[in-house]
């Protein structure tokens, strides 16, 4: 059990190093060393203040104690982010251009992707058929971005499938690296937001058209507070922030897939779906697999919590993963137990793989229910509308490999109907 009042302080000058070799554990590692929720350490040769717990995420998720602005490091913009985009926000222009992200998602909307992402499936499983090994991750992205751009109404040829989904994967893939990964996610970045910038261009000239529900319409045609047209580049950027989380599914599917095959006696109840089962089983599933390790912000004003004064422009660490592994809120939490979400108390707080507190005021992810809905397609077919057999290889994932993903990337064989 964490002891929530005691505050402590890391010794040493800088400790970079160290979350590059701890990874996901960085924070939870502090945590249990100093048996404490708040840990003041410096990494990047800043003072951080890691938080880890519900109460932490409380007050993370508290607009009057914290911003974004300029807290995101130019490495993660020039790859991950872009420039501009609503992750960097704050206030009425935060509210604003959130509101425009959670309009996409209405009832309607979230219908016509789940009629894609079976479509998708069906045209994937008649192309693995024939195929002497299918790499589910890869294929996985694929299939991911064919559902971006059909749904987000982003025209797609056959013949630019394979770069826009690696560019897509590229820029997800670089968040945590360095050197050769994080290079390849700036190029990535680079021909993704030329590509975008030119559908919003000809959108905007008439020159291709777009349904007025789709992403691409929405955004091309988003207004800010003082009624212009967001510029072409960030225009851009906030497509992007649609099509490339879409493709980061994948990787969430890849380990729905690595789940399913360890606990070969949860297949079938995932798959007829018994008392929403599958819907818990993807909640461990996001719970269980690290992605995001944890989220920056600044304090905005000085204030004190559980005896620690946070300073003005401080920046603070809330740690996503540690808080979906606390054993504090968590039973067993380094087993995967799928049925722990049968008494889950649905707090926006304790369980934050894609963020928390609210979604229109907050930064909580905007694509947490397209995320749910979409995995819970992709585990149906894995679980049951298909059978494979899955040959020797090397399912282990390294916390240290910042975002995550199964070493062989989940191989499959003989894929057929079932
Ligand atoms: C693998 C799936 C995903 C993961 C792990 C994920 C994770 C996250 C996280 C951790 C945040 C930051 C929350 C914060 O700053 O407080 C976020 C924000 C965001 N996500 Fe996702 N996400 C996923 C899928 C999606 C999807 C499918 C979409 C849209 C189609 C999406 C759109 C966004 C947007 C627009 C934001 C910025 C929200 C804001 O700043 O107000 N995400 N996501």
């Not at 559908?199 to 349904?211: E, L, N």
């Not at 818990?280 to 004190?304: C, D, H, K, S």
């Not at 793989?353 to 609210?358: A, D, F, I, V, Y």
Request: hydrophobic share 40%; charged share 30%.
């Amino acid at each position: 059990m964490v002891s929530t009042n005691t505050v402590s302080k890391e010794e040493g000058l800088d400790h970079t190093l160290s979350l590059l070799k701890e990874g996901y554990d960085f924070i939870p590692n502090r945590v249990r060393k100093f048996d404490s929720e708040i840990v003041e350490t410096r990494i990047f040769g800043k003072k951080a203040i890691c938080i880890s717990g519900k109460e932490a995420t409380e007050i993370f998720y508290d607009n009057n104690r914290f911003k974004r602005k300029g807290v995101a490091p130019g490495r993660i913009q020039k790859s991950l982010f872009g420039e501009g985009g609503v992750q960097g926000l704050d206030g009425e222009e935060h509210r604003h251009r959130k509101a425009m992200f959670m309009s996409l998602m209405s009832s309607e909307r979230l219908k016509v992707l789940d009629e894609i992402t079976e479509k998708q499936w069906q045209i994937a499983i008649d192309k693995w058929k024939s195929m002497d090994a299918v790499v589910l991750f890869e294929e996985a992205e694929e299939i991911m971005c064919r559902i971006a751009c059909s749904w987000a109404g982003v025209p797609l040829w056959a013949k630019d499938l394979e770069l826009r989904t690696m560019d897509l994967s590229a820029m997800i893939d670089a968040f945590g690296a360095i050197g050769p990964r994080h290079w390849e996610g700036r190029r990535a970045r680079t021909r993704t937001e030329r590509w975008i910038s030119y559908m919003i261009r000809q959108v905007r000239t008439g020159k291709i058209g777009a349904d007025e529900d789709t992403a691409l319409y929405q955004i091309a045609w988003h207004e800010d507070l003082n009624g212009n047209l967001l510029d072409i580049k960030t225009a851009a950027v906030e497509l992007i922030n649609i099509l490339r989380p879409i493709v980061a599914i994948g990787r969430f599917i890849t380990f729905g897939a690595v789940a399913l095959h360890e606990n070969p006696e949860k297949r079938n109840k995932v798959f007829t779906d018994e008392v929403g089962y599958r819907q818990m089983f993807v909640q461990e599933v996001r719970r269980y697999y690290p992605f995001g390790p944890f989220l920056g912000a600044l304090v905005r004003e000085e204030f004190t919590w559980k005896g620690y004064e946070f300073k003005k422009g401080t920046l603070v660490l809330l740690d996503i993963y540690g808080t979906n592994h606390s054993p504090t809120l968590w039973e067993y939490p380094d087993v995967f137990w799928p049925e722990r979400f049968s008494e889950w108390d649905g707090s926006p707080f304790n369980f934050i793989p894609q963020g928390g507190g609210e979604y229109d005021i907050g930064h909580r992810c905007a694509g947490e229910g397209i995320t749910v809905q979409i995995m819970n397609t992709s585990l149906k077919y894995l679980s049951g509308k298909i059978d494979y057999d899955v040959p020797l290889q090397d399912l282990n994932y390294s916390k240290l490999r910042i975002p995550s993903i199964p070493k062989s990337r989940f191989i499959m064989k003989n894929v057929r109907h079932a």
